[in-house]
């Protein structure tokens, strides 16, 4: 089974157990490589309080509402000052701390709105061989590095990049993807039963 399929599987809806340990589960993975964007842009907690916010609201502390206004705001900062930093020594960001928070930017979307893959045939760009490759062919890493593709392909990008190679390391991949395996998801289902 694939991801996509999971997503489907689980469904969006918040009022079942399912949907919610969708939802968990992507919090818990943005939350897991937020230190990445922070050691590095610290003085930006857009990605801090969208986290902050989505779990409010996942524990019923923070209305939808609320929610969609914090997420209209803070995407306009993401799309604004993600690429280089701000500040004495303006730079550009390692490609692993916007990785990191794009994952973050991913959060709302994906918990509101559902399956982030329901669409992305829609996407498209142009392979190495000068043909259009849709969203539903590309790669985990080309997935991470784009707005349509989904907090866990970001996360798993912005944990196991290799800025030596400018790739993702196969070993780090392989720990990610264990975690979210066997670990995430038990947490994001039993957080969706308890709450």
Known sequence: MERRDFYELLGKSLETASGKCRAWLVFLTAQRVLPLFEQEFSYSDVPRRTLDYTEKFLLGELSLEKLYD?????????????????????????????????????????????????????????????KDLTGDQWSDEELGKSLAGDTASSASMAEAYDPNTQKADPAKLLKFWQWWLTEAIDEAWEKATRV
């Open 70 to 130: 914090w997420a209209s705001d803070a995407s306009i900062v993401v799309g604004t000052r993600w690429g280089t930093s701000y500040g004495p020594k303006r730079r550009e960001l390692p490609t692993q701390t916007i990785l990191a928070g794009l994952a973050a930017a991913h959060v709302v979307g994906e918990i509101t709105l559902g399956n982030p893959f329901s669409a992305i045939h829609l996407y498209s760009y142009k392979g190495p061989d000068g």
